[in-house]
């Protein structure tokens, strides 16, 4: 009897092609705008997580302004910070302005950095020809030195700058490698900038304290620990002075915008369902309409035995296929739309098994919950006053 519930309900669909498709409408556009929405929202905030990941998901920022008794970090807070558990490293930043000059010009403004080995271990595609600093050049304070690119083109246009010498402020240094270009629009570039061994920068920027520190982790997971060790060696180093310092965890600001970003999907997704609800009021409109206009039909099925819940049971086979006829056009014409958009905003097309089932699952309920009414009104019809109306 199932099996032809599953017919007639079919032959009905296929018979009513116009009324069918205009009411599935609904549904595609339901199912489409879920699909779309959710998977671009997922595309670039994918984008955007693996962007910020990049910057280190295991490291720990610790910015020092100092107090006016202490200006900022020394030794002998860096190796304390290095000496905390699950620390894999620490790498200590100083930074100024200065005046470069070579053989064949000179740069005013230039953004002196100073660096040790564990930066250049840690920054990969860092060093586009030559070598980083090591651990020798930070503690003998070697006076070596990379220069970025828009450098390399000003003053040394044509030859090869490695192993040429470079005055930095009143001190000589030789260049040991060119650092790979990078977008100039970036906060992190180093085309203008060089790069030197942060205990000969101290004195060649005239400061006796560090200011910002990288502090690298073995383990990622445990960086709620690790923070409150640092700021427990900051407080020592501060006397308790909480402006003095500033911690940023980069874990814990991606689990931010993962939770921001699931709740803007959740909430795009919500009002894309606004439209599946009216494409299955639709559905409803229409079973009740198929149901007027088929009241012999079920009146003379009853007359011959038929129990009221297979009447039921054909009008709600009915709905579902409408439901799912326009969940998987919806779902074929959302997965193009989300992905010629992310084609064109440039970000990696990510839909998900997760997203697929929601749109269809949804899409399958409504078609159950708004063709029950119609259903109920069918199996209840009077036999005799359904063959009379007739």
Not at 334 to 357: D, E, K, N, Q, R
Request: hydrophobic letters at 45%; one cysteine or more.
């Amino acid at each position: 009897m199932f099996k032809e519930n599953v017919k007639m309900a079919w032959m009905n669909v296929i018979h009513n092609k116009m009324r069918s498709a205009l009411t599935i409408l609904g549904i595609v556009i339901g199912v489409s705008s879920i699909i779309a929405l959710i998977t671009i929202v997922k595309s670039s905030t994918n984008e955007m997580t693996n962007e910020f990941a990049s910057f280190g998901a295991d490291k720990i920022t610790v910015q020092a302004m100092g107090t006016p008794l202490k200006q900022g970090l020394i030794e002998s807070d860096i190796q304390k910070l290095g000496d905390i558990e699950n620390v894999a490293g620490v790498s200590p930043t100083t930074s100024g302005k200065t005046t470069i000059v070579s053989s064949r010009g000179e740069k005013t403004n230039v953004t002196v950095q100073g660096k040790n080995e564990v930066y250049f271990s840690r920054t990969k595609d860092l060093v586009e020809s030559g070598r980083g600093i090591n651990i020798l050049d930070v503690k003998n304070k070697n006076q070596v030195c990379l220069i970025g690119s828009d450098i390399t083109r000003g003053l040394f246009y044509g030859e090869n700058p490695i192993g040429q010498k470079l005055i930095i402020g009143s001190s000589t240094y030789t260049v040991i490698g060119i650092l790979q270009e990078s977008d100039s629009f970036s906060s992190s570039s180093t085309n203008d900038a060089v790069i030197v061994p942060y205990t000969a920068s101290m004195s060649l920027l005239g400061s006796g304290y560090i200011s910002s520190v990288d502090v690298y982790m073995e383990n990622s997971n445990e960086s709620e620990k690790v923070t409150k060790e640092i700021e427990s060696v900051l407080n020592e180093a501060f006397n308790d002075k909480k402006d003095g310092f500033s911690v940023m965890n980069m874990q814990d600001m991606l689990t931010s915008i993962k939770k921001m970003t699931s709740m803007l999907s959740l909430m795009l997704g919500g009002i894309a369902s606004i439209s599946l609800i009216v494409g299955g009021i639709g559905i409803m409109n229409m079973m009740l309409v198929s149901v007027t206009e088929r009241t012999t039909e079920i009146g003379l099925r009853k007359a011959l035995g038929a129990e009221p819940k297979r009447i039921q049971q054909q009008f709600l086979i009915e709905a579902v296929f409408l439901s799912l006829f326009g969940g998987f056009i919806g779902l074929m014409l959302g997965t193009l739309v989300a992905y010629i958009v992310c084609l064109l905003i440039g970000t990696s097309f990510a839909l998900s098994a997760s997203t697929v089932l929601l749109a269809l699952g949804f899409s399958a309920a409504v078609g159950i919950l708004f063709g029950i009414a119609p259903a109920r009104k069918a199996s209840k019809l009077n036999p005799i006053d359904a063959l009379r109306s007739s």
